[in-house]
């Protein structure tokens, strides 16, 4: 699983950068049109490719990775076109504040992998929210409020 995440600075470029480290789980069944997701990010993985950056991103003012060293998302609801699943309404907790969070969804693939014969499946996943709406305002309006998460989600049946 891979996070990504994308901020407008000071309305001139797009500042992108990922999390290192994050973990998850998901049950889904397109058929029955259920799912089931967890993901946990350490938040002191963020990296922008700028050490200042990454240093003022861990800081108490943005992420506070000494008090909140995790993020999540979990889900439990998801919405379905057909058997498409087209998105996921979950909860994003960061910074120790909880908000209703849906990931725009795309299945990339579920089925048997071409070389390992394992049984994956594979997802792509866009949400946007509002940092202030986690306590974190500083360097507003200069950095953009409104952050761009890309997730991209392979799982292997554990059974």
């Known amino acids: 699983t891979f996070v990504h995440w994308e901020v407008l600075h000071m309305n001139t470029s797009t500042i992108r950068g990922r999390f290192d480290r994050s973990s998850g789980a998901v049950q889904f069944d397109a058929r029955a049109q259920r799912l089931d997701l967890s993901i946990s990010i350490d938040t002191s993985s963020v990296n922008s490719g700028v050490r200042v950056l990454d240093t003022l991103l ?14 999540t998302f979990v889900a439990r609801e998801a919405r379905f076109e057909g058997e498409a699943l ?22 990339n693939r579920v089925g048997r992998h071409t070389y390992s014969m394992k049984y994956v499946a594979g997802f ?26 890309r997730l991209e989600i392979e799982g292997i049946r554990s059974r």
């Open 58 to 71: 861990r800081g108490s003012e943005m992420l506070d990775t000494a008090t909140s060293p995790m993020a």
């Open 86 to 107: 087209r998105e996921v309404l979950g909860e994003f907790t960061l910074r120790g504040v909880t908000r209703p969070v849906v990931l725009e969804t795309r299945v």
């Open 124 to 149: 792509s996943a866009t949400a946007t929210l509002k940092r202030s709406d986690f306590g974190m305002t500083r360097l507003l309006p200069a950095v953009g409020d409104m952050v761009e998460l």
